[in-house]
Protein backbone atom coordinates (compact mmCIF):
# COMPACT_ATOMS: atom_id res chain seq x y z
CA UNK A 1 0.00 0.00 0.00
CA UNK A 2 1.11 3.65 -0.55
CA UNK A 3 2.22 5.38 2.22
CA UNK A 4 -0.87 7.67 3.79
CA UNK A 5 0.65 11.38 3.82
CA UNK A 6 -1.38 14.42 4.75
CA UNK A 7 -3.14 16.04 2.17
CA UNK A 8 -2.27 20.27 2.25
CA UNK A 9 -3.53 22.95 -0.19
CA UNK A 10 -5.09 20.21 -2.16
CA UNK A 11 -2.12 17.91 -3.00
CA UNK A 12 0.34 15.31 -0.80
CA UNK A 13 2.14 16.84 1.75
CA UNK A 14 5.51 14.50 1.82
CA UNK A 15 7.04 14.22 5.98
CA UNK A 16 10.26 13.31 6.64
CA UNK A 17 9.09 10.66 9.21
CA UNK A 18 6.30 8.15 9.34
CA UNK A 19 5.16 5.52 11.29
CA UNK A 20 3.48 1.78 10.36
CA UNK A 21 -0.24 0.98 10.71
CA UNK A 22 -1.16 -2.68 11.64
CA UNK A 23 -4.56 -4.76 10.11
CA UNK A 24 -6.50 -5.51 13.06
CA UNK A 25 -7.56 -8.37 11.89
CA UNK A 26 -3.91 -10.14 11.37
CA UNK A 27 -1.73 -7.72 13.07
CA UNK A 28 0.41 -7.60 10.07
CA UNK A 29 1.41 -4.16 8.46
CA UNK A 30 -1.26 -2.32 6.41
CA UNK A 31 1.12 0.72 5.54
CA UNK A 32 3.07 3.74 6.48
CA UNK A 33 1.55 6.53 7.50
CA UNK A 34 3.18 10.34 6.99
CA UNK A 35 4.17 11.98 10.94
CA UNK A 36 2.82 15.51 10.54
CA UNK A 37 4.47 17.60 13.23
CA UNK A 38 3.85 21.30 14.43
CA UNK A 39 5.59 22.41 10.63
CA UNK A 40 3.30 20.25 8.34
CA UNK A 41 -0.20 21.24 10.59
CA UNK A 42 1.28 25.16 10.48
CA UNK A 43 1.42 24.24 6.67
CA UNK A 44 -2.24 23.15 6.49
CA UNK A 45 -3.16 25.96 8.45
CA UNK A 46 -1.94 28.75 6.62
CA UNK A 47 -3.20 26.92 3.26
CA UNK A 48 -6.70 27.01 5.21
CA UNK A 49 -6.22 30.96 6.36
CA UNK A 50 -6.02 31.30 2.46
CA UNK A 51 -8.58 29.43 0.92
CA UNK A 52 -11.10 30.56 3.70
CA UNK A 53 -11.89 34.45 2.74
CA UNK A 54 -13.05 33.31 -1.05
CA UNK A 55 -14.94 30.16 0.26
CA UNK A 56 -16.73 32.15 2.67
CA UNK A 57 -17.64 35.17 0.41
CA UNK A 58 -19.64 32.50 -1.96
CA UNK A 59 -22.97 32.41 -1.61
CA UNK A 60 -24.50 29.19 0.41
CA UNK A 61 -26.27 27.86 -2.98
CA UNK A 62 -22.70 27.78 -4.60
CA UNK A 63 -21.05 26.14 -1.63
CA UNK A 64 -24.02 23.94 -1.01
CA UNK A 65 -23.53 22.55 -4.80
CA UNK A 66 -19.57 21.42 -4.28
CA UNK A 67 -20.98 20.10 -0.84
CA UNK A 68 -23.55 17.94 -2.43
CA UNK A 69 -21.16 16.74 -5.50
CA UNK A 70 -18.92 15.59 -2.90
CA UNK A 71 -21.85 13.19 -1.21
CA UNK A 72 -22.35 12.46 -4.92
CA UNK A 73 -18.52 11.61 -5.22
CA UNK A 74 -18.70 9.60 -2.33
CA UNK A 75 -21.33 7.57 -3.18
CA UNK A 76 -19.54 6.53 -6.53
CA UNK A 77 -16.55 5.61 -4.62
CA UNK A 78 -18.49 4.08 -2.24
CA UNK A 79 -17.11 0.39 -2.11
CA UNK A 80 -13.80 1.29 -2.71
CA UNK A 81 -14.15 3.88 0.78
CA UNK A 82 -15.84 0.99 2.46
CA UNK A 83 -12.92 -1.68 2.05
CA UNK A 84 -10.38 1.14 3.14
CA UNK A 85 -12.30 1.91 5.85
CA UNK A 86 -12.70 -1.89 6.71
CA UNK A 87 -9.29 -2.79 6.36
CA UNK A 88 -8.24 0.47 8.67
CA UNK A 89 -10.86 -0.85 11.42
CA UNK A 90 -11.47 -4.33 11.26
CA UNK A 91 -15.30 -3.60 10.99
CA UNK A 92 -17.31 -5.93 8.66
CA UNK A 93 -17.83 -4.27 5.38
CA UNK A 94 -21.47 -3.78 5.41
CA UNK A 95 -21.29 -1.48 8.24
CA UNK A 96 -18.30 0.57 6.38
CA UNK A 97 -21.08 0.70 3.28
CA UNK A 98 -23.16 2.15 5.52
CA UNK A 99 -21.17 4.23 6.82
CA UNK A 100 -20.30 5.75 3.18
CA UNK A 101 -23.69 6.38 2.61
CA UNK A 102 -24.06 8.22 6.20
CA UNK A 103 -20.86 10.09 4.93
CA UNK A 104 -22.61 10.80 1.57
CA UNK A 105 -25.99 11.71 3.31
CA UNK A 106 -23.87 14.37 5.38
CA UNK A 107 -22.65 16.30 2.67
CA UNK A 108 -26.40 16.22 0.77
CA UNK A 109 -27.58 17.55 4.18
CA UNK A 110 -25.59 20.46 4.84
CA UNK A 111 -25.46 20.99 1.17
CA UNK A 112 -29.32 21.41 1.33
CA UNK A 113 -30.07 23.28 4.26
CA UNK A 114 -26.93 25.56 4.43
CA UNK A 115 -29.22 27.39 1.46
CA UNK A 116 -31.74 28.38 4.15
CA UNK A 117 -29.65 28.99 6.75
CA UNK A 118 -29.79 32.90 8.31
CA UNK A 119 -29.76 35.13 10.82
CA UNK A 120 -33.10 36.74 12.12
CA UNK A 121 -34.24 40.73 12.30
CA UNK A 122 -34.92 41.87 15.94
CA UNK A 123 -38.26 44.26 15.92
CA UNK A 124 -37.48 46.96 18.04
CA UNK A 125 -39.42 49.44 16.44
CA UNK A 126 -39.72 51.95 13.48
CA UNK A 127 -36.25 54.36 14.60
CA UNK A 128 -34.23 50.90 14.71
CA UNK A 129 -32.70 48.51 11.91
CA UNK A 130 -31.57 45.11 14.54
CA UNK A 131 -30.69 41.89 12.79
CA UNK A 132 -28.04 39.34 13.53
CA UNK A 133 -25.94 37.43 10.97
CA UNK A 134 -24.16 34.43 11.19
CA UNK A 135 -20.83 34.23 10.43
CA UNK A 136 -18.20 31.71 10.03
CA UNK A 137 -15.43 30.94 12.81
CA UNK A 138 -12.50 31.24 9.53
CA UNK A 139 -10.45 27.74 10.43
CA UNK A 140 -11.85 24.84 12.42
CA UNK A 141 -9.32 22.33 13.74
CA UNK A 142 -10.90 18.85 13.97
CA UNK A 143 -9.63 15.97 15.73
CA UNK A 144 -11.35 12.23 15.34
CA UNK A 145 -11.38 9.07 16.45
CA UNK A 146 -10.56 5.54 14.82
CA UNK A 147 -14.01 4.01 15.96
CA UNK A 148 -16.30 5.54 12.33
CA UNK A 149 -13.29 7.57 10.70
CA UNK A 150 -15.08 8.02 7.59
CA UNK A 151 -18.65 9.23 9.16
CA UNK A 152 -16.74 11.50 11.91
CA UNK A 153 -14.58 13.57 8.99
CA UNK A 154 -17.83 14.00 6.91
CA UNK A 155 -19.67 15.25 9.96
CA UNK A 156 -17.33 17.78 10.74
CA UNK A 157 -16.06 18.50 7.03
CA UNK A 158 -19.69 18.92 5.53
CA UNK A 159 -21.37 20.81 8.41
CA UNK A 160 -18.11 23.67 8.74
CA UNK A 161 -17.38 24.09 5.32
CA UNK A 162 -21.14 24.83 4.52
CA UNK A 163 -21.18 27.74 6.76
CA UNK A 164 -18.13 29.00 5.17
CA UNK A 165 -15.57 27.59 7.51
CA UNK A 166 -12.22 26.07 6.23
CA UNK A 167 -11.21 22.76 8.13
CA UNK A 168 -8.13 21.10 9.40
CA UNK A 169 -8.65 17.51 10.47
CA UNK A 170 -6.49 15.37 11.74
CA UNK A 171 -8.01 11.96 12.14
CA UNK A 172 -7.28 8.97 14.58
CA UNK A 173 -3.30 7.61 14.39
CA UNK A 174 -4.79 4.28 13.13
CA UNK A 175 -7.48 5.51 10.99
CA UNK A 176 -5.77 8.18 8.23
CA UNK A 177 -7.01 6.56 5.01
CA UNK A 178 -10.33 7.46 4.29
CA UNK A 179 -10.26 11.09 5.49
CA UNK A 180 -7.78 11.32 2.82
CA UNK A 181 -9.28 9.76 0.54
CA UNK A 182 -12.61 11.90 1.49
CA UNK A 183 -10.43 15.07 1.23
CA UNK A 184 -9.35 14.52 -2.61
CA UNK A 185 -13.12 14.00 -3.26
CA UNK A 186 -13.64 17.55 -1.61
CA UNK A 187 -11.15 19.10 -4.37
CA UNK A 188 -12.30 17.21 -7.15
CA UNK A 189 -15.73 18.19 -6.49
CA UNK A 190 -14.88 21.88 -6.93
CA UNK A 191 -13.66 22.80 -3.03
CA UNK A 192 -10.77 25.32 -3.43
CA UNK A 193 -7.47 23.80 -2.69
CA UNK A 194 -6.56 24.77 1.19
CA UNK A 195 -10.35 24.80 2.41
CA UNK A 196 -9.97 20.69 3.76
CA UNK A 197 -6.34 19.77 4.90
CA UNK A 198 -5.85 16.43 6.38
CA UNK A 199 -2.93 15.68 8.86
CA UNK A 200 -2.25 12.47 9.91
CA UNK A 201 0.08 11.71 12.44
CA UNK A 202 0.31 11.11 16.03
CA UNK A 203 -2.34 12.30 18.71
CA UNK A 204 0.66 13.95 20.87
CA UNK A 205 2.18 15.55 18.20
CA UNK A 206 -0.10 16.35 14.81
CA UNK A 207 -2.84 16.57 17.21
CA UNK A 208 -1.78 18.74 20.26
CA UNK A 209 0.25 21.15 16.95
CA UNK A 210 -3.48 21.84 15.49
CA UNK A 211 -5.11 22.67 19.50
CA UNK A 212 -2.49 24.86 20.32
CA UNK A 213 -2.11 26.37 16.36
CA UNK A 214 -2.80 30.21 16.83
CA UNK A 215 -4.40 30.71 13.75
CA UNK A 216 -7.22 28.06 14.58
CA UNK A 217 -10.83 29.77 15.68
CA UNK A 218 -12.70 26.70 16.73
CA UNK A 219 -11.59 23.47 18.11
CA UNK A 220 -14.21 20.34 17.26
CA UNK A 221 -12.70 16.87 19.06
CA UNK A 222 -13.94 13.65 18.90
CA UNK A 223 -12.35 11.49 21.47
CA UNK A 224 -12.03 10.04 24.88
CA UNK A 225 -12.51 12.17 28.10
CA UNK A 226 -8.85 12.44 29.18
CA UNK A 227 -7.74 13.58 25.40
CA UNK A 228 -10.51 15.62 25.59
CA UNK A 229 -9.44 17.43 28.31
CA UNK A 230 -6.32 18.27 27.13
CA UNK A 231 -8.08 20.10 24.00
CA UNK A 232 -9.83 21.91 25.85
CA UNK A 233 -7.19 23.55 28.05
CA UNK A 234 -5.24 24.03 24.56
CA UNK A 235 -8.76 25.91 23.49
CA UNK A 236 -8.93 27.62 27.14
CA UNK A 237 -5.29 29.25 26.50
CA UNK A 238 -6.19 30.84 23.48
CA UNK A 239 -9.82 31.33 24.47
CA UNK A 240 -11.41 29.69 21.55
CA UNK A 241 -14.36 27.71 21.59
CA UNK A 242 -14.81 24.29 21.20
CA UNK A 243 -17.24 21.30 21.00
CA UNK A 244 -16.28 18.26 22.80
CA UNK A 245 -17.50 14.80 22.07
CA UNK A 246 -16.51 12.24 24.47
CA UNK A 247 -17.38 8.81 25.70
CA UNK A 248 -20.42 7.09 26.82
CA UNK A 249 -21.71 4.65 29.21
CA UNK A 250 -25.76 4.59 27.65
CA UNK A 251 -28.29 2.72 29.14
CA UNK A 252 -31.51 0.88 28.03
CA UNK A 253 -33.64 1.11 30.76
CA UNK A 254 -36.24 -1.74 30.13
CA UNK A 255 -39.97 -1.74 32.11
CA UNK A 256 -41.91 -4.16 32.42
CA UNK A 257 -44.49 -4.34 29.76
CA UNK A 258 -41.77 -3.93 27.21
CA UNK A 259 -41.21 -5.81 23.85
CA UNK A 260 -39.03 -8.20 24.90
CA UNK A 261 -38.29 -9.85 21.46
CA UNK A 262 -37.91 -5.96 19.97
CA UNK A 263 -35.63 -5.18 22.89
CA UNK A 264 -33.56 -8.06 22.47
CA UNK A 265 -32.45 -7.06 19.19
CA UNK A 266 -32.06 -3.72 19.41
CA UNK A 267 -29.68 -4.19 22.29
CA UNK A 268 -27.69 -6.33 20.62
CA UNK A 269 -27.32 -4.12 17.58
CA UNK A 270 -26.77 -1.16 19.83
CA UNK A 271 -23.88 -2.90 21.48
CA UNK A 272 -22.38 -5.64 19.03
CA UNK A 273 -22.10 -2.70 15.89
CA UNK A 274 -18.47 -2.26 15.46
CA UNK A 275 -17.36 -4.80 17.81
CA UNK A 276 -18.91 -2.21 21.20
CA UNK A 277 -16.25 0.64 19.96
CA UNK A 278 -19.32 3.11 19.51
CA UNK A 279 -19.55 6.23 22.10
CA UNK A 280 -23.04 5.99 21.54
CA UNK A 281 -23.22 1.90 22.40
CA UNK A 282 -25.95 0.62 24.77
CA UNK A 283 -23.66 -0.96 27.13
CA UNK A 284 -25.85 -1.13 30.13
CA UNK A 285 -29.13 -2.88 30.53
CA UNK A 286 -31.51 -1.28 33.55
CA UNK A 287 -34.11 -4.00 33.51
CA UNK A 288 -36.83 -4.64 35.57
CA UNK A 289 -36.48 -7.74 38.03
CA UNK A 290 -39.63 -9.44 36.60
CA UNK A 291 -38.48 -9.45 32.75
CA UNK A 292 -34.69 -9.62 33.50
CA UNK A 293 -34.44 -13.46 32.95
CA UNK A 294 -36.29 -14.05 29.69
CA UNK A 295 -34.86 -10.77 28.40
CA UNK A 296 -31.33 -11.79 29.47
CA UNK A 297 -32.07 -15.27 27.91
CA UNK A 298 -33.03 -13.89 24.81
CA UNK A 299 -29.67 -11.94 24.55
CA UNK A 300 -27.27 -14.44 25.67
CA UNK A 301 -28.75 -16.92 22.35
CA UNK A 302 -28.15 -14.04 20.40
CA UNK A 303 -24.72 -12.96 21.39
CA UNK A 304 -23.99 -16.71 21.20
CA UNK A 305 -24.84 -16.76 17.68
CA UNK A 306 -22.90 -14.02 16.57
CA UNK A 307 -19.92 -14.93 13.95
CA UNK A 308 -16.20 -13.30 13.94
CA UNK A 309 -14.28 -12.35 11.14
CA UNK A 310 -11.59 -10.03 9.30
CA UNK A 311 -13.97 -7.29 7.84
CA UNK A 312 -13.77 -7.71 4.80
CA UNK A 313 -14.99 -11.38 5.60
CA UNK A 314 -18.36 -9.93 6.66
CA UNK A 315 -19.39 -11.04 9.21
CA UNK A 316 -21.45 -9.79 12.50
CA UNK A 317 -18.21 -8.46 14.28
CA UNK A 318 -15.03 -7.87 13.29
CA UNK A 319 -11.60 -7.68 15.81
CA UNK A 320 -11.20 -4.86 18.09
CA UNK A 321 -9.13 -1.90 16.65
CA UNK A 322 -5.65 -2.32 18.26
CA UNK A 323 -4.03 -5.07 20.56
CA UNK A 324 -4.17 -2.34 23.07
CA UNK A 325 -7.83 -2.41 22.47
CA UNK A 326 -8.12 -6.10 23.08
CA UNK A 327 -6.01 -5.39 26.70
CA UNK A 328 -8.24 -2.80 27.96
CA UNK A 329 -11.51 -5.02 27.10
CA UNK A 330 -9.55 -7.93 29.16
CA UNK A 331 -8.81 -5.80 31.80
CA UNK A 332 -12.21 -4.43 32.71
CA UNK A 333 -14.03 -8.11 31.84
CA UNK A 334 -11.50 -9.97 34.41
CA UNK A 335 -10.79 -7.68 36.83
CA UNK A 336 -14.60 -7.62 36.77
CA UNK A 337 -15.34 -8.16 40.71
CA UNK A 338 -19.45 -8.79 40.55
CA UNK A 339 -21.97 -10.07 38.20
CA UNK A 340 -22.29 -13.83 36.40
CA UNK A 341 -20.90 -14.29 33.28
CA UNK A 342 -23.29 -15.89 31.20
CA UNK A 343 -21.47 -15.56 27.43
CA UNK A 344 -18.38 -15.02 26.26
CA UNK A 345 -15.46 -13.74 28.46
CA UNK A 346 -12.28 -13.72 26.29
CA UNK A 347 -10.98 -13.60 22.82
CA UNK A 348 -12.72 -16.69 20.76
CA UNK A 349 -10.73 -19.71 20.40
CA UNK A 350 -10.42 -20.39 16.60
CA UNK A 351 -7.15 -20.66 14.52
CA UNK A 352 -8.55 -19.11 12.03
CA UNK A 353 -8.62 -15.78 13.90
CA UNK A 354 -5.42 -16.04 15.21
CA UNK A 355 -2.88 -12.55 15.67
CA UNK A 356 -6.08 -10.73 15.39
CA UNK A 357 -7.88 -8.46 18.49
CA UNK A 358 -10.76 -10.33 18.64
CA UNK A 359 -13.16 -10.65 21.60
CA UNK A 360 -16.49 -12.63 21.73
CA UNK A 361 -19.47 -10.77 22.82
CA UNK A 362 -19.34 -10.67 26.65
CA UNK A 363 -22.85 -10.69 28.81
CA UNK A 364 -21.95 -9.35 32.95
CA UNK A 365 -25.44 -9.98 34.78
CA UNK A 366 -26.06 -8.70 37.76
CA UNK A 367 -23.08 -6.00 38.59
CA UNK A 368 -22.65 -4.05 41.16
CA UNK A 369 -22.95 -0.23 39.51
CA UNK A 370 -20.33 0.68 41.15
CA UNK A 371 -17.69 -1.72 39.31
CA UNK A 372 -15.35 -0.06 37.08
CA UNK A 373 -16.55 -2.35 33.81
CA UNK A 374 -20.53 -0.39 35.07
CA UNK A 375 -19.37 2.69 35.57
CA UNK A 376 -15.81 3.40 32.61
CA UNK A 377 -16.42 3.09 29.01
CA UNK A 378 -14.78 -0.46 28.00
CA UNK A 379 -15.28 0.30 24.25
CA UNK A 380 -16.08 -3.34 23.58
CA UNK A 381 -18.67 -5.80 22.98
CA UNK A 382 -19.15 -5.94 26.81
CA UNK A 383 -22.88 -6.08 28.46
CA UNK A 384 -23.76 -5.16 31.87
CA UNK A 385 -26.97 -5.78 33.25
CA UNK A 386 -28.51 -4.05 36.56
CA UNK A 387 -32.05 -5.17 37.53
CA UNK A 388 -34.20 -2.43 39.22
CA UNK A 389 -38.07 -2.46 41.25
CA UNK A 390 -39.41 0.88 40.73
CA UNK A 391 -39.11 3.69 38.10
CA UNK A 392 -37.42 6.09 40.79
CA UNK A 393 -34.50 3.50 41.05
CA UNK A 394 -33.78 3.10 37.47
CA UNK A 395 -33.85 6.45 36.83
CA UNK A 396 -30.97 6.85 39.56
CA UNK A 397 -29.19 3.38 37.90
CA UNK A 398 -29.16 5.07 34.28
CA UNK A 399 -28.15 8.21 35.83
CA UNK A 400 -25.33 6.53 38.00
CA UNK A 401 -22.19 7.32 35.42
CA UNK A 402 -20.53 9.99 34.72
CA UNK A 403 -20.79 9.94 30.83
CA UNK A 404 -24.22 11.10 29.69
CA UNK A 405 -24.66 10.53 25.57
CA UNK A 406 -27.79 8.85 25.03
CA UNK A 407 -30.26 6.48 27.01
CA UNK A 408 -33.14 4.29 25.42
CA UNK A 409 -36.98 3.34 27.39
CA UNK A 410 -38.22 0.36 26.78
CA UNK A 411 -42.52 0.37 27.30
CA UNK A 412 -45.80 0.20 25.88
CA UNK A 413 -46.86 3.20 28.69
CA UNK A 414 -46.90 6.74 26.82
CA UNK A 415 -47.26 8.75 29.72
CA UNK A 416 -43.83 7.09 31.43
CA UNK A 417 -41.70 7.03 28.77
CA UNK A 418 -42.05 10.70 28.34
CA UNK A 419 -41.81 10.85 32.44
CA UNK A 420 -38.45 9.21 31.83
CA UNK A 421 -37.20 10.85 28.99
CA UNK A 422 -37.58 14.00 30.77
CA UNK A 423 -35.58 12.10 33.95
CA UNK A 424 -32.69 10.51 31.80
CA UNK A 425 -29.66 12.72 31.76
CA UNK A 426 -28.44 12.31 28.33
CA UNK A 427 -27.99 14.45 24.95
CA UNK A 428 -30.10 11.95 23.33
CA UNK A 429 -33.00 9.74 24.60
CA UNK A 430 -35.01 7.30 22.68
CA UNK A 431 -38.06 5.50 23.10
CA UNK A 432 -38.24 1.93 22.08
CA UNK A 433 -35.91 1.95 19.80
CA UNK A 434 -32.29 3.17 19.62
CA UNK A 435 -30.61 5.44 16.56
CA UNK A 436 -32.70 6.81 13.57
CA UNK A 437 -30.80 5.94 10.67
CA UNK A 438 -27.08 7.49 10.40
CA UNK A 439 -29.02 10.07 12.76
CA UNK A 440 -27.79 12.99 10.38
CA UNK A 441 -30.08 15.02 10.83
CA UNK A 442 -30.43 14.77 15.04
CA UNK A 443 -29.02 16.70 17.32
CA UNK A 444 -25.87 14.42 18.78
CA UNK A 445 -23.65 15.34 21.45
CA UNK A 446 -23.13 14.47 25.51
CA UNK A 447 -23.91 15.92 29.12
CA UNK A 448 -21.57 15.33 31.87
CA UNK A 449 -18.15 13.54 30.84
CA UNK A 450 -19.43 12.88 27.52
CA UNK A 451 -18.79 16.62 26.44
CA UNK A 452 -20.58 19.97 25.27
CA UNK A 453 -21.81 20.87 22.41
CA UNK A 454 -23.55 19.81 19.53
CA UNK A 455 -22.50 18.24 16.28
CA UNK A 456 -25.40 16.59 13.75
CA UNK A 457 -28.37 18.65 12.72
CA UNK A 458 -28.87 21.90 12.44
CA UNK A 459 -27.13 22.66 15.54
CA UNK A 460 -23.81 21.80 13.83
CA UNK A 461 -24.53 25.01 12.20
CA UNK A 462 -25.29 27.05 15.21
CA UNK A 463 -21.86 25.61 16.45
CA UNK A 464 -19.86 26.32 13.49
CA UNK A 465 -20.75 29.96 13.26
CA UNK A 466 -21.49 32.98 15.35
CA UNK A 467 -23.91 35.25 16.09
CA UNK A 468 -23.16 39.50 15.04
CA UNK A 469 -26.02 41.62 15.94
CA UNK A 470 -26.39 44.61 13.69
CA UNK A 471 -28.23 47.98 15.23
CA UNK A 472 -28.71 50.85 12.45
CA UNK A 473 -30.35 53.74 13.81
CA UNK A 474 -33.01 54.69 10.82
CA UNK A 475 -33.76 58.24 12.33
P1 LIG B 1 -8.37 9.38 21.81
O1 LIG B 1 -8.80 10.45 22.75
O2 LIG B 1 -7.23 8.52 22.19
O3 LIG B 1 -7.99 10.00 20.40
C1 LIG B 1 -8.87 10.82 19.68
C2 LIG B 1 -8.07 11.72 18.78
O4 LIG B 1 -7.28 12.60 19.59
C3 LIG B 1 -7.09 10.99 17.85
O5 LIG B 1 -7.09 11.62 16.60
C4 LIG B 1 -5.76 11.19 18.57
O6 LIG B 1 -4.68 11.14 17.69
C5 LIG B 1 -5.95 12.58 19.13
N1 LIG B 1 -5.06 12.90 20.26
C6 LIG B 1 -4.46 12.05 21.14
N2 LIG B 1 -3.71 12.74 22.01
C7 LIG B 1 -3.83 14.05 21.70
C8 LIG B 1 -3.32 15.25 22.25
N3 LIG B 1 -2.48 15.25 23.29
N4 LIG B 1 -3.69 16.43 21.69
C9 LIG B 1 -4.54 16.46 20.63
N5 LIG B 1 -5.04 15.35 20.05
C10 LIG B 1 -4.71 14.16 20.59
O7 LIG B 1 -9.67 8.55 21.53
P2 LIG B 1 -9.78 7.22 20.67
O8 LIG B 1 -9.23 6.12 21.50
O9 LIG B 1 -9.25 7.47 19.31
O10 LIG B 1 -11.36 7.08 20.52
C11 LIG B 1 -12.14 6.44 21.45
C12 LIG B 1 -12.93 7.45 22.24
O11 LIG B 1 -13.65 8.32 21.38
C13 LIG B 1 -13.97 6.78 23.09
O12 LIG B 1 -13.95 7.34 24.37
C14 LIG B 1 -15.28 7.11 22.38
O13 LIG B 1 -16.39 7.11 23.21
C15 LIG B 1 -14.99 8.45 21.85
N6 LIG B 1 -15.89 8.77 20.73
C16 LIG B 1 -16.87 9.70 20.94
C17 LIG B 1 -17.77 10.00 19.92
C18 LIG B 1 -18.85 11.03 20.13
O14 LIG B 1 -19.37 11.54 19.15
N7 LIG B 1 -19.22 11.35 21.35
C19 LIG B 1 -17.66 9.37 18.68
C20 LIG B 1 -16.64 8.43 18.50
C21 LIG B 1 -15.76 8.14 19.55
Same mark, same amino acid.
Given at each position: ??????????????????????????????????????????????????????????????RGRVLTRVGDLVDRDREQLA????????????????????????????????????????????????????????????????????? $? #???? *??? @??? %?????? &??? /??? =???????????????????????????????????????????????????????????????????????????????? $? #???? *??? @??? %?????? &??? /??? =????????????????????????????????????????????????????????????????????????????????????? *?????????????????????????????????????????????????????????????????????????????????????????????????????????????????
Amino acid at each position: MDTAYPFVAGAVLRTARTYPNLDPATGRPLGDVGRAGADEVDAAVRAAASAQPAWAAATPEQRGRVLTRVGDLVDRDREQLARLESQDTGKPLSQARTDATVAARYFRFYGHVVDAYHGSQIPLGPDVHAYTVREPYGIVGSIVAWNYPLQ $L #ASRA *LAA @ATA %VGNAVV &LKP /ADE =TPRTALALARLCTEAGMPPGVVGVVTGLGAEAGAALAAHPLVAHLGFVGSTETGRLVAHAAADRVVPTVLELGGKSAHVV $L #ADAD *LDR @AAE %VVTRSL &LQN /AGQ =TCSAGSRLVVHESVREPLVDRLVRRFAATTLGPGLEDRDLGPLVSPRQQERVRGYVEGAASGVLRVGGGPPQEDRLGGGSYWLPT *LLDGVDPDDPVAREEVFGPVLVTHPFVDEEEAVALANGTDYGLLAAVWTRDVARAHRMASALEAGQVFVNGYGAGGGVELPFGGVGRSGHGREKGLAALDALTRVKTVVVRLD
